[in-house]
């Protein structure tokens, strides 16, 4: 089992043994169409140079058919410190891995803890986000090929994000009408390197980089025409050559406010980074709609 995976199996039980003296589903329970709760899923942590550590969390919605918004708040909140230390309030179904992270400063001990917890469906869960070494991943290097996270921009000279760092602080900022499409550029780079347990390279390979684009936040529906854009290749293609591609997607708005896209860039090693813990990278967009 990969790294990133036994991470968020374990904590996953540990935000079962939190809730073990509460009346409702453990975290455990099976997936449902409609009526199931919500956990976070804690990836692990890194470090930054300056001493600072990075949390990186995902969640794992069991309704196969039932997209949430849980609101910032009691039912939506991570201790202490919060309630918004830039989670969603959108929660798409299935895992969704490394979707935002939280710096705490070089000072947070191994013996402090935060917990984000959520109650969706009646149902509330608990999972502690905490400097555990056994926790320690590698978001920006695969040691086995030497692969790295795609790079995206979302203007061709602007610039460029690389790994799992989404952060709302960092996010730019669009307008857009309601109803009106707003289109949005990705420019995306990546090293191609492919890896697999055989490390035969297969016949018919999917595309270098794979784009997922998501609401994250927001008081009302966000379309898109294409929520997975193919990207247009400008140089490279086959694997291990180095790719250069470029996607378009237009997003409409249902309602007046404040949202919050994300996008998630993933190379061959795919979801989660195959549950070794790297390599994709996430970004997020701030469009306020008028």
């Known amino acids: 089992m990969g790294v990133g995976r036994w991470v968020t199996c374990l904590a996953v039980l540990l935000g079962a043994a939190s809730l073990l003296a509460a009346p409702q589903r453990f975290p455990s329970e099976p997936f449902r169409e409609f009526g199931a709760s919500v956990t976070g899923a804690f990836e692990g942590w890194y470090a930054n140079a300056d001493g600072s550590r990075i949390f990186l969390v995902g969640y794992l919605n069991r309704n196969t058919k039932q997209a949430l918004d ?10 202490p410190g919060g309630p918004d230390m830039g989670q969603p309030t959108h929660f798409l179904p299935d895992r969704r891995h490394g979707m935002f992270t939280i710096a705490v400063p070089k000072e947070f001990t191994a013996e402090q803890r935060l917990t984000w917890t959520l109650v969706a469906n009646g149902q509330t869960t608990t999972i502690p986000l905490r400097l555990n070494p056994d926790y320690v991943v590698s978001p ?31 996010a730019p900022s669009r307008s857009a009408s309601v109803g009106a499409a707003l289109s949005l550029a990705v420019y995306a780079r990546d090293d191609a ?8 390279l297969p016949v018919k390979p999917p595309p270098p980089v794979r784009l997922l684009w998501s609401k994250y936040r927001g008081p009302g529906q966000v379309t898109f025409d294409h929520a997975e854009p193919a990207l247009e290749t400008r140089a490279g293609g086959p694997v291990n050559v180095p790719f250069n591609g470029r996607a378009t997607v237009a997003a409409r708005f249902s309602e007046p406010g404040e949202y919050v896209l994300h996008v998630t860039a993933m190379d061959y090693s795919g979801e989660g980074g195959g549950g070794e813990v790297c390599c994709w990278t996430t970004a997020m967009v701030r469009v306020t709609v008028r």
């Open 193 to 200: 390197k492919y890896a697999s347990g055989t490390m035969a």
């Open 70 to 79: 849980i609101p910032i708040g009691p039912n939506n909140r991570i201790e």
């Open 140 to 170: 920006f290097h695969d040691t086995a090929v030497q692969n790295t996270p795609p790079t995206i921009a979302f203007e061709e000279s602007g610039p460029a994000v690389q790994g799992p760092i989404a952060r709302l602080a960092d």
